[in-house]
């Protein structure tokens, strides 16, 4: 995958970030902790020339599709170099925000969706014990101008042309998934999306949403309690195809629990109602799935 990137310097300099930039933004922006903000600062140190020649080709694969859709197809970090991918990602911040300015997006938001990254950065350190970016790849989306944080929910533009469709995000530290918070979300996606892409979409009719997640398997509502919002949320999709029949494990064991997928059942942890409902899902053989779907506006009184 490497081999497909532009090469170094192909679209513009790479303005490489410094130590003071990189904890700037980290702390400042992305609401990282300290702890992930100082590892990101020797990482950077250590980087050595390879490192540095793979974050230049990141950065001009970035530069070279400013308003593109979804995210790019990175390869995964170098394993000496976690972080490696993180700081291609930190330069684009300046051009993220250029290209919001450009089309009327308010600093607010683009904090707001920077968020993101340190949340990222705290579950890496929960899955492995150090720190590191495993997911660097997405956050493409966010500083290329194609996915944003609208409320509870983030919406990216995804899908073919001349009218892509709108994918539909949950970030794991958004707050409760309510039926009011998904409404309030869906309503300013409606609104939104039409004025930053009027080429794209002449008004809300042309948005269609979909999503795809472990949060849409219908089997969740039999092992959830009435109280949870995840059943609810669900219920606001038309579900197509049934799902891969072998089971989602790397989504469960990722942002469910928080471990490696290698790690065995009997060692999951067991903190909280969701992670001890899905654990008894899995014991009692239930093949949890990822589910694809479309949200019905109807059921969302919209």
């Not at 497909?4 to 702390?27: I, N």
């Not at 051009?95 to 919001?100: G, K, R, T």
């Not at 492995?128 to 997911?135: E, M, S």
């Not at 472990?214 to 089997?219: E, F, G, R, S, V």
Request: charged content about 25%; proline content about 8%; glycine content about 10%.
């Amino acid at each position: 995958m490497t081999q497909d990137l532009p090469r170094a310097g192909a679209v513009r300099a790479y303005p490489a970030p410094d130590a003071a930039a990189v904890r700037e933004l980290l702390l400042d922006w992305c609401g990282a902790d300290p702890e992930d903000a100082d590892d990101a600062v020797r990482a950077l140190g250590a980087l050595d020339a390879d490192a540095r020649e793979l974050g230049d080709r990141l950065y001009q694969s970035i530069a070279g599709d400013m308003g593109g859709k979804k995210w790019l197809p990175w390869p995964k970090p170098p394993a000496d170099h976690p972080l490696a991918s993180l700081f291609p990602v930190l330069a684009a911040v300046p051009d993220m925000l250029a290209f919001h300015a450009e089309r009327g997006i308010d600093e607010d938001l683009s904090r707001r969706l920077l968020g993101d990254v340190g949340e990222k950065l705290r579950l890496n350190r929960r899955l492995y014990g150090r720190a590191g970016l495993d997911v660097a790849h997405w956050f493409t989306g966010h500083v290329r101008g194609s996915l944003f944080q609208l409320g509870r929910l983030q919406f990216c533009v995804e899908g073919p042309d001349p009218k892509p469709f709108a994918g539909l995000h949950i970030r794991g530290e958004g707050g409760p998934l309510t039926l009011d918070a998904v409404r309030d979300s869906v309503e300013w996606a409606l609104e939104f999306l039409p004025a930053v892409f009027p080429e794209r979409y002449a008004g809300p009719e042309d948005l269609v949403f979909v999503c795809e997640s472990w949060l849409l398997d219908p089997q969740l509502g039999d092992w959830l309690p009435e109280k949870s919002n995840i059943p609810g949320f669900a219920a606001l999709f038309a579900l197509e195809g049934e799902g891969d029949p072998g089971g989602n494990r790397s989504d469960l064991w990722r942002f469910v629990f928080a471990r490696p997928e290698d790690v065995p059942v009997a060692e999951l942890p067991q903190d909280n109602t969701l992670q001890r409902s899905v654990l008894a899902g899995i014991k009692a053989d239930v093949q949890w799935r990822n589910r694809f779907g479309r949200l019905d506006l109807a059921r969302l009184g919209l």
